[in-house]
């Protein structure tokens, strides 16, 4: 049965549906693991062992009666601790949220349950979802699972930390600037940014309506295939056939190559070459646009975020963690006609880069520039935070400004992923691409 804690949740799945494993069983295993598990408190913010008790033995009474609703009908996944859950507190990592209790699960909770999945509980994440360091000193800090004196990446930092550490099959997270991939990234998972507007955000708690969007952590494409199917309530994605070959490939040199430290370097390359290896092809990109969009995202996200929070915020600003509650204000300093031109400036870029990667299949980039920084030095060295939270979100955010779905690979160095950028809308021909290049970079 430990067995079951690293298999992919297609493949528990398969064995639910051959009555190989019995989800009571496989719910009773994962509750037991995240129970013993030292990290526990770290990872989960709640478990919810008695809705996933009854899930699981509805998940075997449709076995038994041939009426199971999807390939994961029986298996065991996580929440975000924004994603809203009837009856179960839903704090977004925040004090200022502190006892909040949902009436209503969110749509793509509720879409995911109908389908069967099975909820083992909330997971941590960096307070209201606004850094991707995954560091939280208010609710709690996940480990890597590759050191864990460092930081797992943020905001869905419980999300990676439940699939890598083996607590949860797929974890559900949210991204708005990299906060999906770059915890995938660091704990070698494939992490899923969806399109924006693509998966409902309704009973989410929102950071930047405008690029917030909904995506899972998992441990091969096809569950993310599977998992994006469930939350949108579709027939999933079809992967078979899957080749790179004959494919056309931009590698990005615009703000992605920037200090791209050694390691992510060099595992970069080597994705690379493994990809040109199955008769791909690759051109180096340039988007000189690319430079003036990225000087816009914090006129964006942060007049958003604190236009949004503000009144909470500043009803009880000593509750938040300081480094948090200084970048919200920073929304402060913009007026609404620095917003408004600042989207009118995005549009162009948008266009421009639309223009410059048309007759791609996929933008390619490391997906985080550097590795999980050390837990301590961000607590007692401002500047080091700050630093490595920009770059470690910085190559992500160019999914969300193009408005672009993105897909996160893992390499053969541990935390450091591979980045391939779609278009909007095109999550079916990325998760296809990525299944293909999966292969290649196992």
Not at 42 to 69: F, N, P, Q
Request: glycine share 10%; net charge negative.
């Amino acid at each position: 049965m430990q067995d079951w804690l690293t298999m992919t949740a297609c493949d528990l799945g398969r064995g639910i549906g051959m009555g190989q494993i019995d989800p009571r069983d496989l719910t009773e295993t994962y509750l037991a693991a995240i129970d013993d598990h030292p990290h526990r408190d770290a990872i989960y913010a709640r478990v919810t062992h008695d809705r996933a008790r009854a899930e699981a033995k509805a998940a075997k009474e449709r076995v038994k009666s041939g009426l199971r609703r999807s390939l994961l009908d029986g298996v065991p996944i996580s929440w975000k601790d924004l994603f809203d859950t009837a009856g179960t507190e839903t704090e977004a990592g925040s004090a200022l949220l502190k006892g909040r209790v949902p009436e209503a699960d969110a749509q793509v909770v509720r879409n995911a349950t109908a389908m069967g999945t099975v909820c083992l509980g909330k997971t941590h994440m960096s307070e209201l979802a606004f850094s991707g360091l995954g560091l939280n000193p208010i609710t709690g800090t996940p480990p890597c699972v590759h050191d864990e004196d460092a930081v797992p990446g943020g905001s869905s930092s419980g999300a990676a930390a439940s699939v890598a550490w083996g607590l949860a099959a797929i974890g559900i997270g949210s991204d708005t600037g990299g906060s999906v991939r770059v915890p995938a990234a660091w704990n070698d998972l494939v992490g899923l940014k969806t399109t924006s507007g693509r998966l409902s955000l309704e009973g989410v708690v929102p950071l930047c309506l405008r690029f917030d969007t909904v995506g899972p952590l998992s441990r091969s494409v096809e569950d993310a295939a599977q998992m994006l199917a469930l939350m949108e309530g579709i027939n999933p994605t079809d992967l078979r056939g899957a080749s790179l070959k004959g494919r056309r490939f931009a590698d990005l040199q615009t703000v992605a190559q920037d200090d791209v430290r050694e390691a992510p370097s060099r595992a970069y390359a080597e994705a690379l070459d493994k990809i040109k290896s199955t008769g791909a092809e690759i051109v180096p990109l340039e988007v000189p646009e690319l430079e003036e969009a990225m000087g816009l995202a914090g006129v964006l996200y942060t007049t958003q975020a604190y236009g949004l929070w503000r009144d909470v915020i500043e009803a009880n600003p000593d509750a938040m963690y300081p480094e948090i509650l200084e970048r919200f204000r920073t929304g402060a300093s913009f007026s609404g006609p620095d917003y408004i031109a600042a989207w009118s400036k995005l549009k162009a870029c948008r266009s421009a880069w639309d223009s410059a990667t048309a007759g791609f299949d996929a933008v390619l980039a490391p997906t985080a520039p550097i590795l999980p920084p050390n837990l301590e030095r961000l607590m007692n060295d401002h500047e080091y935070y700050v630093t490595e939270n920009l770059l470690a979100l910085r190559n992500a955010r160019i999914g969300n400004l193009m408005g672009l779905a993105a897909l996160t690979l893992p390499t053969e160095t541990a935390s450091c992923g591979l980045m391939l950028l779609g278009y909007p809308g095109s999550e079916e021909a990325l998760l296809r691409l990525g299944a293909a290049a999966e292969l290649v970079l196992a």
